[in-house]
T-cell receptor, first 117, second 109 residues
Framework: GAVVSQHPSWVICKSGTSVKIECRSLDFQATTMFWYRQFPKQSLMLMATSNEGSKATYEQGVEKDKFLINHASLTLSTLTVTSAHPEDSSFYIC?????????????FGPGTRLTVL | GQNIDQPTEMTATEGAIVQINCTYQTSGFNGLFWYQQHAGEAPTFLSYNVLDGLEEKGRFSSFLSRSKGYSYLLLKELQMKDSASYLCAVMDSNYQLIWGAGTKLIIKP
């Protein structure tokens, strides 16, 4: 199957700093990438949908100025958590959907565990 | 509103069979997915159903009834490594995935 990578796998940062997470589709072109957040023992929560070359669509309640998403190419999307606070500590997972069709499955990255001190 | 329901937790014995149910109410339907998620890891794809019926893949099978808004994931010959959360997700008319809360499956020896 298709491979999606995320970097970094985990990050610890001080409150007030910004953290950038990269999501790459390694062997296919992803027209659409999704960013999820998952708190312990809870289900995935979609934060935003990004399409290559256009602005991301954010879910209700997700601050677009705090969670900056850039989908600059068909293989790379980045999520920047600006001025991170302890409540932003979570497991951030990206997924990518290929060019072949809107109904195709999403391929998930391995996730990034963010801990804000 | 959109809603996906699945049991919170299930327990089964190694070597046995378990069925995890999922019911859904969504705005439109473009397929139902089952994912497996081990603790601390990202979900991995198990199955995709868009037509009614049973799809079999080795020890795992998934069933869909669109008229009933119902699916189940059937796991046979359970192994300890099958202990994980199983997530049901429906793709709605906007091709967005609507996620269930997941079913934590505990396998006992």
């Amino acid at each position: 199957g298709a491979v999606v990578s995320q970097h970094p796998s985990w990050v610890i940062c001080k409150s007030g700093t910004s953290v950038k997470i990269e999501c790459r589709s390694l062997d296919f072109q992803a027209t659409t990438m999704f960013w999820y957040r998952q708190f312990p023992k809870q289900s995935l929560m979609l934060m935003a949908t990004s399409n290559e070359g256009s602005k991301a669509t954010y879910e209700q309640g997700v601050e677009k100025d705090k969670f900056l998403i850039n989908h600059a190419s068909l293989t790379l999307s980045t999520l920047t958590v600006t001025s991170a606070h302890p409540e932003d500590s979570s497991f951030y997972i990206c997924s990518a959907r290929g060019i072949s069709g809107e109904s195709s499955e999403q391929f998930f990255g391995p996730g990034t565990r963010l801990t804000v001190l | 509103g959109q809603n996906i329901d699945q049991p919170t937790e299930m327990t089964a014995t190694e070597g046995a069979i378990v069925q995890i149910n999922c019911t859904y109410q969504t705005s439109g339907f473009n397929g139902l997915f089952w994912y497996q998620q081990h603790a601390g890891e990202a979900p991995t794809f198990l199955s995709y159903n868009v037509l009614d019926g049973l799809e079999e893949k080795g020890r795992f099978s998934s069933f869909l009834s669109r008229s009933k808004g119902y699916s189940y994931l059937l796991l046979k010959e359970l192994q300890m490594k099958d202990s994980a959360s199983y997530l049901c997700a429906v793709m709605d008319s906007n091709y967005q995935l609507i996620w269930g809360a997941g079913t934590k499956l505990i396998i006992k020896p």
